[in-house]
């Protein structure tokens, strides 16, 4: 359990111990000669943590940092021991299954994505909170019917799919099915089932910086891509919110984000530049090109003009 959810603690662990008097956990369960049994540990609350072996190395009572792989953790994780390292939502959906069956739960979803999947739906929507939806549903349909719509009637502008690793997306994708299938032919993931939803008042710059400032806190600091691709983007990305951008940033950007990409240790520092990267595909007039600019920042990259935001009016 993170550090931040240090609240549900003590109600865990009642609730094991209940278990346990009750004879749903421990030796001989129910009778049945069947022994199991469920520990708590508690970390720092470290996003790299959400990396299986980070998490198996906290557990052990060292940072969380990635191991060198092979072994693999089924082979050697905790204590050196098999390991498989599960979501609570995967075990959630295994529940479902066998308490309802296979055929009652791929009732719902598409022809790839069966069943249901937890998302967290925030930003510039009505209604935002933590919502369970069928695959398929399409992204529309989740802001507008689960959402109610956006807040004072404003425009959606683009969204993050699946956290603060996840791709941005303009709102000309918004009827996009909620799969797995819909998204990978559109070079998205679902990740962690966040839908972050912005009106048109935010500024893509303003948001990229916010999500390279939480990397660069979270970075573990072990690869030099990720430890200093964030240290660096983030110094850009600043100058460039702040409008005293060079040509000079304004050309590494997308070169210091495909190094964290393609050269990170860990899924962290490969999946950290993922909003930039999405931004420059699909919002790069906005961040590049619009509002009066200084001779020094044109800069010209694969012969297209590109332009920092100086003094840019948006
Ligand atoms: S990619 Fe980032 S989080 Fe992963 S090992 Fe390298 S520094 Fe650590």
Not at 294 to 302: G, L, Q, R, S
């Amino acid at each position: 359990m993170r550090e931040e959810y240090a609240y549900l603690h003590e109600m865990l662990l009642e609730a094991l111990k209940q278990a346990r008097q009750n004879g749903f956990l421990g030796e001989n369960i129910l009778g049945k000669g069947f022994d199991f049994d469920i520990d708590l540990f508690s970390g720092a609350g470290a996003y790299i943590c959400g990396e299986g072996s980070s998490l198996i190395e906290s557990m052990e009572g060292r940072s969380g940092r990635p191991r060198i792989k092979p072994p693999y953790t089924k082979v050697s994780g905790l204590f050196n021991e098999p390991t498989l390292v599960h979501n609570v939502e995967t075990l959630t959906a295994i529940k479902s299954i066998l308490f309802h069956g296979a055929d009652v739960f791929s009732k719902y979803g598409t022809e790839k994505s069966k069943g249901t999947k937890l998302i967290s739906l925030c930003g510039n929507v009505n209604k935002p909170g933590v919502y369970e939806v069928p695959f398929g549903i399409t992204i529309r349909e989740i802001i507008e019917d689960l959402g109610e719509g956006m807040k004072d009637g404003s425009e959606v502008k683009f969204l993050q799919l699946g956290g603060a690793s996840g791709a941005i997306i303009p709102k000309t994708l918004i009827d996009l099915p909620y799969a797995y299938e819909s998204f990978k032919e559109n070079g998205l993931e679902i990740g962690s089932g966040a839908v972050l939803v912005a009106d048109n008042t935010n500024r893509i710059i303003d948001f990229l910086d916010s999500v390279q400032t939480f990397f660069l806190h979270e970075s573990c600091g072990k690869c030099t891509p990720c430890r200093e691709g964030n240290r660096q983007l983030s110094n850009i990305l600043g100058r460039m919110k702040e409008g005293v951008a060079t040509d000079k940033d304004v050309a590494s950007v997308e070169r210091i984000a495909k190094i964290m990409k393609y050269a990170s240790f860990c899924g962290l520092g490969k999946t950290a530049p993922t909003a930039v990267l999405t931004a420059i595909r699909y919002f790069s007039d906005e961040l590049f090109s619009k509002g009066d600019v200084y001779e020094e920042c044109k800069v010209t990259i694969d012969n297209k003009l590109w332009l920092c935001p100086v003094d840019s009016p948006y």
